[in-house]
């Protein structure tokens, strides 16, 4: 079945821990993006991208980095840098930039 | 003024009513426009694209009103598994973000 893959479902983060969320999708779409959602906000685009090997901040990029060596696959990284990486993680892509977004299901990240 | 509005609810309504919701954008630029469902603790879906005619997908209406700058959802004959958030959405042109509103919760008893 074609769809967006993110995993794990819960990640726990050390103290000065770099973590690794990953987003893999076989949808064939160019486009990707990671959100963050905290309880009673809307979500806050971290990162983007457009085509393979390139990618844009979005509104909350601080802390986090993010590649796209392969068009399946947008992993995100949180980093120590991150000060409140306590959020749910949403993965998206859309195969152009003008249709809707389809999402993962998601990574629950906490503080240890 | 935060660019895309909604009202958080929650709307309780019996199975069978009809209820819509509303959403207010700030910028007059957007073009694009999706209502999203989500459950709790799960990922949003995508619920349907918002048409400048207005649009319809079984007990669903999606309306534009771009002079007032909102957009609209109906939901006729209400089930017990519409209830979740609904999340507006708006998204300017070229390459810009999307941009969620914070959703407005329904929930639908029997």
């Known amino acids: 079945d074609g769809g967006i893959t993110q995993s794990p479902k819960y990640l726990f983060r050390k103290e000065g821990q770099n973590v690794t969320l990953s987003c893999e999708q076989n949808?064939?779409?160019?486009?990707m993006y990671w959100y963050r959602q905290d309880p009673g906000q809307g979500l806050r685009l971290i990162y983007y991208?457009?085509?393979?090997?390139?990618?844009q901040k979005g509104d909350i990029a601080e802390g986090y980095s993010v590649s796209r060596e392969k068009k399946e696959s947008f992993p995100l990284t949180v980093t120590s840098a991150q000060k409140n990486p306590t959020a749910f993680y949403l993965c998206?892509?859309?195969?152009?930039?003008?249709?809707?977004?389809?999402f993962g299901d998601g990574t629950r990240l906490s503080i240890l | 003024r935060k660019e895309v509005e909604q009202d958080p609810g929650p709307f309780n309504v019996p199975e069978g009513a009809t209820v819509a919701f509303n959403c207010t954008y700030s910028?007059?630029?957007?073009?694009?426009f999706f209502w999203y469902r989500q459950d709790c603790r799960k990922e949003p879906k995508l619920l349907m694209s918002?048409?400048?005619s207005g649009n319809e997908d079984g007990r669903f209406t999606a309306q534009l009103n771009r002079a007032s700058q909102y957009i609209s959802l109906l939901i006729r004959d209400s089930k017990l598994s519409d209830s979740a958030t609904y999340l507006c959405?708006?998204?300017?042109?070229?390459?810009?973000?999307?941009?969620f509103g914070t959703g407005t919760r329904l929930l639908v008893s029997p």
């Open positions: 998206a892509s859309s195969s152009t930039r003008e249709q809707p977004q389809h």
């Open positions: 949808l064939n779409h160019d486009a």
């Open positions: 991208s457009q085509i393979v090997n390139d990618f």
């Open positions: 910028n007059s630029a957007s073009q694009s």
């Open positions: 918002v048409y400048s």
């Open positions: 959405v708006v998204k300017g042109t070229g390459f810009q973000k999307l941009v």
